[in-house]
């Protein structure tokens, strides 16, 4: 079922625009700046590829806004889209790209609470991993690998990369390009723009856009993707696929909505470009020692193989440890779950989407793909996630009780974690940095709560 997720604003063409008032709309206009990922985190949230009917109104002057969109929100997005219009001119797009890309733009108000909604939990790595690394997704990879096995292997003698990684990363961003998202990229970014608390980031992808358009890679219809921005079958930012996108078919364009090679091509184009170590796995599953020092965890302690080894860390199956010249201990949920050695590629993902689980799954999915086993080692699934609230009163707590976790923000970086292995450290608890509930009842018992 497809979901329309605003009516139409539709505005006038681009002549009438650059006559638009360009004051900015009453609004927070700072901005969060440019992703680093192609994906910039995003969750592509609908199904389909094809536009469907707004049946709104125009919201023009003298005319009420549609149902559902505030008519401020409706005459500020018409001045900011005005003047953005107005930059681009001066930065060279032509009239035609621009009267492609906002004669009908629309505002999507669903994009913003999207935007500034923030989940009440943590979730629970084993949580993710168990969607992300699915049974059925380990199927439907393995099928898909598959059936493009000779694209795959072409792409792979090219940039390097297993085929298993570029399904990985296929199935996980869109489940195989089941799931790519319905919001077209030119409304999504405008609607980002306007509301301003990711100005730059979203002026930033809309130039990008636009040069897609005018190269004619995709029509403006069928450009979609989710609601922060991130394309096709592997969710490229606009910038990403302007850096990385590859024809791979040779028939003109660069389609990773519709051409399985280009989307393969183009995914394995990115991870090259940055760096990715051909004949290197990703990392392994590994034992750590008894009295294992969990300051090392985490990656910022990178160490050969042969130095962990020397430590204690040992393998975890007869596959032994990969040979690494620099590689990091991870134990995404402490010293009750399992970890795993890391190399040069797992950061080579992280460059793909920043989040630790994220780059894990991959890993773990390419590997079952191929047929290697899952991970051998319990989750504590026992644990309940923090909230962000409980978070919060977790970092406030600790700070009270000198152990400097930071602005209590409800995430647990490298601050808080540091801080939580001060105080087990000092409460003769293993020293894992990973925050529990029983953590934060024997923390708010020593404040006094």
Known sequence: MKYRLAPRVALPLIAALAGCATHAPAANRSSTGTANSPTANATSQNNGRSRPASGGAESRAGQSAPAGVDGRDAAGFARWVAGFVRRAQAQGVSDATLNSAFADVEFLPHVIELDHRQPEFNRAIWDYLDTAVSPTRIVHGRDKLATYRNTANRVAARYGVPGAVIVAIWGIESNYGANFGNYETIDALATLGYDGRRESFAENQLYAALKILAA?????????????????????????????????????????????????????????????????????????????????????????????????????????????????????????????????????????????????????????IVGAPGVRQSWPRAEKS??????????????????????????????TRKAVRAFQGAHGMIADGFPTQSLLHKVRAAVGG
Do not use: C, H
């Open 216 to 368: 004619g890679d995709i029509s403006r219809s069928e450009m979609r993707g989710s609601w922060a921005g991130a394309m096709g079958n592997t969710q490229f930012l606009p910038t990403s696929f302007l850096a990385y996108a590859v024809d791979a078919d040779g028939d003109g364009r660069r389609d990773i909505w519709g051409s399985i090679p280009d989307t393969m091509a183009s995914t394995a184009n990115y991870l090259a470009e940055n760096g990715w170590r051909t004949g290197q796995p990703w990392g392994r599953e590994a034992v750590l020692p008894a009295g294992f020092d969990y300051a090392q965890v985490g990656g910022e302690t990178r160490k050969s193989t042969a130095a962990w080894r020397a430590q204690g860390v040992q393998a975890i199956d007869a596959r032994g440890l990969p040979d690494f010249d620099s590689a990091a201990i991870i134990a995404p949920a402490g010293a009750s779950g399992p970890a795993f050695m890391v190399g040069p590629n797992f950061r080579v993902i992280l460059r793909y989407n920043n989040a630790t689980s994220y780059a894990l799954a991959v890993g773990l999915l390419s590997d079952r």
């Open 386 to 415: 923090l909230s962000r609230d409980q978070v919060r009163t977790l970092q406030r707590d600790l700070n009270i009780l000198g152990y400097g976790s930071g602005a209590p923000d409800g995430i647990v970086g490298p601050n």
